[in-house]
């Protein structure tokens, strides 16, 4: 059987190790006699699982005493709705949030935001077709802004922070990390608030994490509902509301796989490792593009196009053949795109390559 490698966007590729273990407990989850997925999730089964992942991801991302970490329902596009409900009620209205525009998910932020709040772009990239984080320089921030809020790895477009946003005197910073949390050392004490979608690195959909100092817990509208009030799922260890349990338990086994593997650190160096691999392939000649600055360029998201882009059917049915699967770009942008998030093995990276290689005749 062909050797498959998935590089989906999202849901995105787990390791193989946490399947085989999800698999076995299945039907009996340590003797209990349970699936996971039967557990209440009030009961001493459930709450070591989660108490266990909450543990390990604290430790992989060394996440300081201060900070909560809330396992919530949905989504990204959810949790963007989330946070200016959160916020907004540390600043009198008429209320302002400080966005920088870097690509499609940061854009679906400012949408979302604009429901509850005036907007302000502070820069955007939008003109150059999201090749690249404005420099911070300039960038016309908010005095009093409620918060400044930036997607730090665009999933879509390909665009990576390499350096960390200095908002305006006491403004929040808050980070949209979902496609590449886990895949790089972070210093979570420089956010207010650190959220993403589980389905890139984490777990299965239908699982966020949030990440809250402890300060601004205390600052929702009176409009936010209460399964999505941060200080009352942090009241209840995330379980006010019937949680995502089964998601919440493959992220636990992700988080121990990590740790298994190095942490943090090491999957960064493996991360670097694989880009560049891809990247080099990419630029050795002009027969594929890379339209990302280099400085800015993801080490999870790597779209590309071919110099002729009446051979994509062909590329893409070739790679299929080979067990390459998912490098359709997104519908938006077009083209191709390969997502090598921490389960994506070196291996995977070098088929890929090969398979470039000989589609451009090298």
């Known amino acids: 059987m062909t050797q498959i490698f998935n590089f989906s966007a999202g849901p995105a590729v787990l390791p193989k190790e946490v399947l085989r273990q999800a698999a076995a407990d299945m039907l009996d989850w340590h003797g209990s006699g349970m699936s996971v997925m039967e557990m209440s999730h009030r009961g001493p089964e459930f709450i070591s699982i989660y108490k266990q992942a909450e543990a390990d991801l604290r430790e992989l991302l060394a996440v300081p005493a201060n900070y909560k970490i809330l396992f919530m329902q ?3 596009l959810g949790q963007n709705a989330i946070v200016p409900l959160n916020l907004l009620g540390r600043v009198r209205e008429p209320a302002t949030i400080d966005f920088v525009h870097t690509g499609s998910w940061s854009g679906k ?25 404005p420099p911070q320089g300039e960038w016309k921030l908010t005095d009093g802004a409620a918060y400044l809020h930036v997607c730090t790895n665009e999933t879509i477009d390909g665009v990576e922070y390499d350096f960390v946003p200095e908002p305006a005197d006491g403004v929040p910073l808050v980070a949209d990390m979902s496609s590449h949390i886990l895949s790089r050392r972070i210093d979570v004490s420089k956010y207010g608030v650190i959220f993403a979608g589980a389905q890139k690195n984490i777990g299965p959909a239908g699982l966020t994490l949030v990440i809250v100092r402890e300060d601004l817990l205390e600052h929702a509208l009176a409009i936010c509902p209460s399964a ?34 190095g942490g943090v650190a090491a999957m960064e160096q493996r991360n670097i490792e694989k880009a560049r691999l891809l990247y080099a392939a990419l630029d050795a000649d002009d027969f594929y593009r890379n339209r990302v600055a280099p400085e800015n360029r993801s080490r999870m998201n790597v779209p590309f196009y071919l110099r002729d882009e009446s051979l994509n059917e062909q590329f893409l049915a070739g790679a299929k053949a080979r067990g390459l699967l998912q490098l359709k770009g997104h519908k938006s942008v077009g083209g191709m795109r390969a997502s090598i998030y921490n389960a994506m093995p070196i291996e995977g990276v070098q088929a890929l390559v090969d398979y470039l290689n000989e589609f451009a005749g090298r």
């Open 74 to 76: 949905g989504g990204g």
């Open 109 to 133: 932020s400012i949408k979302e935001a604009a429901r509850y709040a005036n907007v302000n772009v502070a820069a955007s990239s939008q003109a150059e077709g999201f090749t690249r984080v």
């Open 228 to 261: 999505f009030h941060w200080k009352t799922v942090a009241e209840h260890e995330s379980m006010f509301n019937t949680p995502p349990t089964y998601a919440i338990y493959i992220a636990g086994l992700v988080f121990a796989h990590l740790k298994a593997q």
